[in-house]
């Protein structure tokens, strides 16, 4: 059964309220946070940088050693390193949100004026790859993973054209979906959730992990049955709130990291589950956290985009 779409607020009270100016991104802050209930497999959680509207879209970029991702309502793409050196990549950027590296080491960026787009991590060699659908204009790519033959995964929720884009607008298509690019060819995978956010594949390669803000819940969505036709989605976990967390929405990116737990946000901060969404535990953070990444040089540390700022948590 289709659920209805609803409008989810995308939390911008948070955003103006907690967020300072962009000028203020010259220092950064070494305060911490509770682990949580990830005792066993979180060292620490600690302010990387501030001073950033609404803070979004990580992804690890190894070339460069440094994370790339979005200030959404900033209209700006960053660069990080792991020691907190900031780089402005993109401004104007079109609303920049998630983004997912490719194998040779380029980045797709779905972005909220309505356009999937391919971008180096210095930011250079910016290009448009799909912006319709059987003719209709896409609603505001959102997240996007890339499997390892290169096809290309995106959500399509539509936030973008509900304010938190260049413009408002009606949805062309009628449905938010979550949608498969692979060799020129863009296709429908889902079309049944009320709000598709975040999204990451299985290590294995035969599984859509998607979170829908609206329904707290997240959903696995199997690769072995798509034929270029929709799949159902079944759903894998509904995520609780987080205890001594702050409020934000439902959850909203997420990564599988290589032991194949599942980190996902969602209210109060990010939940960490394994493969068959049983809960492993809980980082609280004080605001609306939207995405996340795993990087450095090892793979333990995590980059948590969350309101103004953007934190590294440091696995053990």
């Not at 970029?61 to 990080?80: C, L």
């Not at 792991?82 to 194998?103: C, I, M, Q, W, Y």
């Not at 399509?156 to 020129?184: H, T």
Request: charged fraction near 20%; aromatic fraction near 8%; include cysteine.
């Amino acid at each position: 059964m289709r659920l209805t779409p609803i409008k989810i607020g995308f939390a911008i009270t948070f955003a103006v309220l907690q967020a300072g100016s962009a000028q203020g991104q010259g220092s950064s802050q070494s305060n911490s946070l509770s682990v949580g209930t990830c005792n066993d497999i979180v060292q620490s959680v600690q302010v990387l940088k501030d001073g950033f509207k609404w803070t979004e879209g990580p992804a690890w970029d190894a070339n460069r050693g440094r994370w790339i991702f979005s200030d959404v309502m900033g209209d700006t793409e960053y660069a990080i390193s792991p020691s907190g050196d900031l780089t402005t990549l993109r401004e104007n950027a079109g609303f920049p949100n998630g983004h997912a590296v490719k194998n040779d080491g380029s980045f797709i960026v779905a972005q909220h004026d309505r356009t999937l787009d391919s971008v180096m991590g210095d930011g250079t060699e910016f290009a448009l790859m799909s912006d319709t659908y059987q003719g209709k204009k896409l609603n505001s790519p959102n997240d996007v993973a890339v499997a390892r033959d290169n096809s290309i995964f995106f959500t399509d929720p539509m936030f973008g054209i509900q304010g938190f884009g260049p413009e408002k607008a009606e949805s062309s298509l009628g449905y938010a979906g979550v949608f498969r690019l692979s060799n020129g060819s863009l296709d429908l995978v889902n079309n049944e959730l009320s709000t598709p956010n975040g999204i990451a594949i299985t290590n294995d390669q035969k599984s859509l992990i998607v979170s829908d803000t609206g329904t707290n819940t997240l959903y696995s969505i199997n690769l072995d049955s798509y034929n270029g036709n929709p799949v159902e989605a079944v759903k894998l976990a509904e995520l609780a709130p987080i205890a001594g967390g702050g409020e934000g929405h439902g959850p909203d990116g997420l990564r599988v990291a290589t032991d194949n737990k599942i980190w996902a946000t969602g209210k109060g901060g990010v939940n960490v589950l394994e493969a068959d969404g049983t809960m492993n535990c809980a980082i609280p953070f004080p605001n609306h956290v939207a995405n996340l990444s795993f990087g450095g040089s090892d793979n333990k540390l995590v980059l948590a985009t969350s309101a103004d700022k953007v934190y590294t948590i440091t696995l053990k």
